[in-house]
């Protein structure tokens, strides 16, 4: 499966644009790329996927550059509620079912 | 509109005890499966169902069993509970199993073994 990279940690400001980077530099054709959010000791929480073109819905936006080796979530107007770890996941696609690979995630904190 | 609901929501054993977890949705999903998770660790998976009466192990699949008489309900079994087994346990499902779908997980059940 295509391992990913994000950075441990960011700051946003509330109100202010979060924009969480991942590198997926291994990823194949078909594979998707997934957001989703653990608050706190809650479960995960899907927030987004997409294949090759950007996406919107109405928690966040993905941009996946053309050679799809990076991508990047965009909170457009964070609130304190958005404070979470960020994950950006790409399953795989073989036989061992649709698993996913929680890897380290980016731990965003949002400021007052 | 449930989602999928575990239960119970915490649970406290002493090794060697069995119990089952329970795990149900109501979104129609094919897909279900259950992970674990450890402190600072990220989700494991343990074992995955394709559809009604089909199960097959994930990556720690080792001292759990599973069954998938239904669709909606999909519940793992501790048969002798170990100190190992500490953990927080999520269960997700999706439509189907492609990579194209979207896995929702429960609120998990947080469960200690003394």
């Known amino acids: 499966d295509a391992k990913t990279t994000q950075p441990p940690s960011m700051d946003c400001a509330e109100g202010r644009a979060a924009n969480l980077p991942c590198n997926h530099s291994?990823?194949?054709?078909?594979?998707?790329v997934y957001w989703y959010r653990q608050i706190h000791s809650q479960g995960p929480q899907y927030i987004i996927h997409?294949?090759?073109n950007n996406e919107t819905n109405e928690m966040a936006s993905l941009i996946i550059t053309e050679d799809r080796k990076s991508s990047t979530l965009i909170l457009p107007h964070a609130t304190l509620r958005d404070t979470a770890v960020y994950y950006c996941i790409v399953p795989r696609t073989n036989n061992a079912g649709n698993m996913l690979t929680f890897g380290g995630g980016t731990r965003l904190m949002v400021k007052p | 509109n449930a989602g999928v609901t575990q239960t119970p929501k915490f649970q406290v054993l002493k090794t060697g005890q069995s119990m089952t977890l329970q795990c149900a949705q109501d979104?129609?999903?094919?897909?279900m499966s259950w992970y674990r998770q450890d402190p600072g660790m990220g989700l494991r998976l343990i074992h995955y169902s394709v559809g009604a009466g089909i199960t097959d192990q994930g990556e720690v699949p080792n001292g759990y069993n599973v069954s998938r008489s239904t669709t909606e309900d999909f519940p793992l079994r501790l048969l002798s509970a170990a100190p190992s087994q500490t953990s927080v346990y999520f269960c997700?499902?999706?439509?189907?199993?492609?990579?194209?779908?979207?896995?929702?997980f429960g609120d998990g059940t947080r469960l200690s073994i003394l």
């Open positions: 979104m129609n999903h094919e897909y």
């Open positions: 997700a499902s999706s439509y189907s199993g492609n990579s194209n779908q979207p896995q929702h």
């Open positions: 291994t990823i194949s054709g078909n594979e998707y």
């Open positions: 997409g294949l090759k």
